[in-house]
């Protein structure tokens, strides 16, 4: 994945994290320029990790991670949007799951190495929405672990901040299934179905049945 073919928001990002680490470490406020250096480091990782592993990403899936990255440690973290914005933990929460969504449905197809005619869609559609809420789920645990061994405030408000995210999480995670449930029955071929799609057509090879 080439650094010269992303979208115009993500250089935005890029150019804002290294313009915020700069500034920041000129003005002796070290905590923010480590975090302007963490999120613009994370947000690097999936094209890393695409290259290594020989992955073309979408740009408006890369996109959307970085976005997300950014919104979560950069705007959530140093800025404290979680604590200025009540909806804002709602959106990241629910974006994350969709995304996991997309993700759990394309790892499911890769399993069936791209046979839609080896399961029914909607079975396909179902193990990655179990997969989705599967990992919101456990990331429910680990802040609870967080609070309790570390003394922490990830959980916000307990319990009732658990159940909203995790009502968010399924409602993301359906999303998410529904999208591949859509590109399986050919009805949708933009949006998030069509953004399965163009990760298909990148990474034939992924999908290609195996000689037994």
Do not use: C
């Not at 396909?124 to 003394?151: P, R, T």
Request: without cysteine.
């Amino acid at each position: 994945m080439k650094l010269g073919k992303q979208s115009y928001v993500v250089y935005l990002i890029w150019a804002v994290l290294a313009l915020e680490f700069v500034v920041s470490m000129f003005e002796g406020r070290y905590s923010l320029a480590f975090i302007a250096l963490a999120t613009l480091s994370l947000s690097l990782a999936p094209m890393i990790f695409a290259d290594r592993f020989h992955i073309r990403l979408p740009v408006r899936f890369f996109a959307g991670i970085v976005l997300f990255i950014f919104g979560t440690v950069y705007l959530g973290e140093a800025f404290d949007f979680y604590e200025k914005y009540w909806w804002w933990d709602v959106l990241l929460h629910g974006g994350s799951a969709l995304g996991f969504g997309l993700i759990g449905f394309i790892f499911v197809f890769i399993l069936f190495e791209g046979d839609r005619y080896a399961a029914p869609p909607w079975a396909l559609s179902f193990m990655a929405f179990a997969i989705a809420v599967s990992i919101g789920v456990m990331w429910e645990i680990f802040e609870f672990a967080m609070d309790q061994i570390f003394g922490l405030n990830m959980q916000k408000s307990g319990l009732i901040d658990t159940m909203w995210d995790l009502i968010v999480d399924v409602i993301g995670a359906f999303i998410g299934a529904w999208a591949g449930y859509g590109f399986l029955q050919g009805r949708d071929k933009s949006g998030l179905a069509g953004m399965i799609r163009e990760f298909v057509s990148k990474n034939r090879r992924l999908f290609r049945r195996r000689k037994r």
